[in-house]
Each structure stands twice: as C-alpha cells, then as structure tokens.
C-alpha cells in the first residue's frame, strides 16, 4: 500500500471493555511497531516483531496488552478491561531491514483511543 | 535509568531565523540517533539519521549534529519558516537484540512571521 493504515481512527470505549486496534504496514516491511502516545508524551515503545522472530513484548505495560501479527502483515493490538490510563493515540509503524535506509520508521496516522 | 531529554517547552522564533533543538540523553550507548517531526493529529515522519561516527549530517534547511562525548544532538532549522511548525522527536535506535526504538518526549517548535 502508499503507507501504514490503522483503524479505526478513533475509539470510545466505556471502562472495563475489549478493544482491538489494527495497523496495515507498508508491504514487505519485515518490521512492525507499536508504540503509545499520551498527551502532551513522547512516544512509549509496546511491542515489536521482526519477521518470523518471536516479538519483543517488552513495552507492554501489563498482561491486559496483546498484540498479533499474522502472515507477516497486518497487526492487531488488544486491550483488554480497558481502564481510563489506557486512553492515547496507539501509533503503529513499520520498516523494511532490508534495502535502502533501513533505519527510517513509517508511521500511521494513529488511532485515538478514549476510555470513559 | 536510561533517559531522553529534549526542551519540555515550546521554541517560539521569528520567521527567517535558525531554530535549534535539543536532544540529550543518558546511559546509552547508541549506534545511531534519528529525527522525527510530528504534526497535530499525524504519526511522527522521518527527518534525518546521524551514525555514532558522524558528526554532522545535513539535508537542505536541516542540520543535525551528534556529540556522543557530551551525549546530545542538536538538530537545526535554518531560515525557518511558519511551515516548519510541528513537533520535533529524537529517536535512539538501541540495538539490544531487537531494534528497538527509545523516543524523546519532543519538542514544540512555533515559527512566528
């Protein structure tokens, strides 16, 4: 695609509910990135895969986080019990390690998540 | 802890003149440092990438500098415009396995005409 899709673009959610967030990378991007964004914050690195590697989990602020990616393309980030600390824009990102600049992160345009 | 600090408050210059940002941090080793520019609403958008072993790297109005001694970068915009208003992110890319990213908080720029 001409760029890294995420939908929806905005979710209300009343408290306590599930919620999936989903990002389409650029294709044959090997690399994909979740990341948080409060108000007013930098960017807060969640999770991230790199091909058939096992992801790096490691940014996931608790075990109410998941995220999936399946055939090596589209991701789905699951929040679930949804709590009002949950609410920011979650920017997805995407990036090929394997030709040209291989350091350069294409992001989505987010998805604004409100927990009410 | 590791820690990337960039100017908490908003950069308020005049039109024409050169913008400087500040991006310092600590207990990190990085191979390389990033530039991002994020406007409201949209994801962050590459700017610019320096390497440990370069000291200056430039592309048209932008100029990044890189000074692992002192462990800042300084990233400029010259004969700046109110089109260069946005948020300016610094990026290391830590390599501790994975590629993973560590993100400043950024900084506010506002380019008054």
């Known amino acids: 695609g001409a760029g890294v899709s995420q939908s929806p673009s905005n979710k209300v959610t009343e408290k306590g509910k599930d919620v999936e967030l989903r990002c389409d990378p650029i294709s044959g991007h090997t690399a994909l990135y979740w990341y948080r964004q409060s108000l007013g914050q930098g960017l807060e690195f969640l999770i991230y895969?790199?091909?058939?590697?096992?992801?790096?989990k490691s940014g996931l602020p608790s075990d109410r986080f998941s995220a999936e990616r399946t055939g090596g393309s589209v991701s789905t980030l699951t929040i679930q019990r949804t709590q009002q600390e949950d609410s920011a824009v979650y920017l997805c990102a995407s990036r090929d390690l394997l030709a040209g600049v291989p350091y350069e992160q294409y992001f989505g345009p987010g998805t604004r998540l409100t927990v009410t | 802890s590791q820690k990337i600090e960039q100017n908490s408050e908003a950069l308020n210059i005049q039109e024409g003149k050169t913008a400087t940002l500040t991006c310092n941090y600590t207990n990190y080793s990085p191979a390389y440092l990033q530039w991002y520019r994020q406007d409201p609403g949209r994801g962050p958008v590459f700017l610019l990438l320096i390497r440990e072993n370069e000291k200056e790297k430039r592309k048209e109005r932008l100029k990044v500098t890189f000074d692992t001694t002192l462990k800042q970068s300084l990233f400029h915009i010259t004969a700046s415009q109110p089109a260069d208003s946005a948020t300016y992110l610094c990026a290391l890319d830590v390599y501790s396995g994975t590629y993973k990213y560590i993100f400043g908080t950024g900084t506010r720029l506002k380019v008054l005409a």
């Open positions: 895969f790199q091909g058939n590697s096992a992801p790096d």
